[in-house]
């Protein structure tokens, strides 16, 4: 396998201490590991007793030392876990990695992994940009109350004469006031109606 096809791994040196005079200026102590990456070194020591991250060796003192690359090791953790994969689930992907025989094979599989995410990921940015939607049209409605009467009883809102009567209420609104038996507020038959409709047509 080629190292152009590694996952981002941080070499496995079984934990050799490292002399004075063999003492690399580029090795990481684990606090330096963490400031860098904004992780806590708890997060750090989780990695590694997850087997997803080895240090390179320790020091004289006994300290963990890391190289370079262990900072891609953490930063491709944590875009894994931004996409929504927990740690058991990217231990089980390193273990299925480590495991495969063959360059392609380990390639289909990582392809695998992340064609399933990114239809995922789509699916979820459709349901926000229609929540977006939503929000836009509730704040528009909700605009209208600033010139609302500062007097006036909350109550009153169930027959407000300051909105458009031909205007669709957002379920965001409808949804503040609803009845706990799940009767509709009357703000007034007409956005009630539509409510109602709009509910049916989208499940």
């Known amino acids: 396998m080629t190292a152009n096809h590694r996952l981002p791994l941080a070499p496995r040196s079984g934990g050799v201490a490292v002399g004075a005079a063999a003492f690399r200026k580029d090795l990481m102590q684990i606090g ?10 708890r997060a750090i020591h989780l990695y590694e007793e997850l087997g997803l991250l080895t240090p390179a060796g320790r020091s004289k003192g006994g300290f963990r030392l890391y190289e370079r690359d262990a900072l891609l090791r953490i930063r491709w953790i944590g875009k894994l876990q931004e996409m929504g994969f927990s740690l058991g689930d990217i231990q089980t ?13 380990a390639m289909k599989g990582m392809r695998e992994v992340y064609v399933r995410k990114l239809e995922e990921t789509r ?12 929000l836009v049209g509730s704040v528009a409605y909700l605009e209208t109350c600033d010139v609302c009467d500062p007097q006036r009883l909350l109550s009153a809102c169930n027959c407000c004469d300051l909105h458009d009567k031909e205007l669709d209420v957002p379920e965001l609104i409808l949804g503040f006031p609803a009845a706990q038996s799940g009767v509709l507020p009357s703000f007034h038959q007409g956005a009630r109606k539509r409510a109602f409709t709009h509910s049916k047509r989208n499940g």
């Open 123 to 134: 699916a979820q940015l459709r349901r926000l940009e229609t929540l977006a939607e939503e």
């Open 32 to 41: 330096d590991l963490a400031r860098e990456t904004g992780k806590t070194v």
């Open 93 to 105: 992907i390193v273990r299925e990695w480590e495991l495969m025989g063959s360059a392609p094979g």
